[in-house]
């Protein structure tokens, strides 16, 4: 059974902090590795990774994939308390069919105080 | 908005009634997927739709629940002689099922809780 490891899982720092959040998985057929972000709602999307190695970035926001040792990274430079939230890393699989479900890990909690 | 929508967004029922729940995918999405999400945990995955066909549903989905997306487009996922143990926020998500984006993007939840 695909399986997705997010650490810490919860995470406190001040603003203007910069924060690193992991996420490690492990599946028989991997496609994909994408991060969300949530808020007291339903989940909103950040980045899709498919590469090994190339990094993805919004604003403060970046990610990177690594397919060898099965990992990923989000950090987020100069936290602002808008950045709290749970960040959600899912993996999705490859196509052994014609489904895309998705395997979510339990998420870390970031807290962002001023 | 055209973003995924969900309806209602908060439901209480008590044990044992039905309850039934409304999704519109973005709307030249062909895929939908239902997920369940508790406290503390990651959303998982309970069924999914190609257009109109329901082409997989998780062991999570017992024979109590169903989902339906008649015509391709809204779908719905109906629970019967709900438990207590059903009390989650069940979220929608959509996709465009082209094989270059896997990318779901989430509708806001219908937030259960059964006394």
């Known amino acids: 059974e695909d399986k997705v490891v997010q650490s810490p899982l919860s995470l406190v720092v001040h603003e203007g902090d910069t924060v690193t959040l992991n996420c490690s998985y492990e599946v028989t057929n991997f496609r994909s590795l994408l991060w969300y972000k949530q808020e007291k709602k339903a989940p909103t999307f950040l980045f899709m990774l498919?590469?090994?190695?190339i990094e993805k970035k919004s604003g403060r926001l970046s990610s990177i994939l690594d397919k060898k040792e099965l990992f990923s990274i989000l950090n987020i430079t100069a936290t602002q308390t808008g950045d709290s939230a749970v960040y959600l890393c899912?993996?999705?699989?490859?196509?052994?069919?014609?489904?895309?479900?998705?395997?979510f890990g339990k998420g870390t909690l970031l807290t962002v105080n001023p | 908005d055209t973003g995924v929508s969900q309806d209602p967004r908060h439901k209480i029922t008590k044990r044992g009634q039905n309850v039934t729940f409304r999704c519109d995918p973005i709307s030249e999405h062909n895929r939908l997927y239902w997920y369940r999400q508790t406290l503390g945990q990651g959303p998982e995955f309970l069924t999914y739709f190609q257009n109109e066909a329901q082409l997989e549903k998780s062991r999570l989905l017992s024979d109590r629940f169903s989902a339906e997306r008649p015509k391709g487009s809204f779908s719905t996922l109906e629970i019967q002689r709900t438990e207590q143990g059903d009390s989650a926020m069940y979220l929608c998500a959509s996709s465009s099922g082209t094989r270059s984006s896997v990318a779901q993007y989430f509708g806001p939840g219908t937030r259960l809780l059964v006394l």
């Open positions: 498919t590469s090994s190695g």
């Open positions: 899912a993996v999705a699989p490859g196509e052994g069919g014609s489904n895309y479900k998705l395997t």
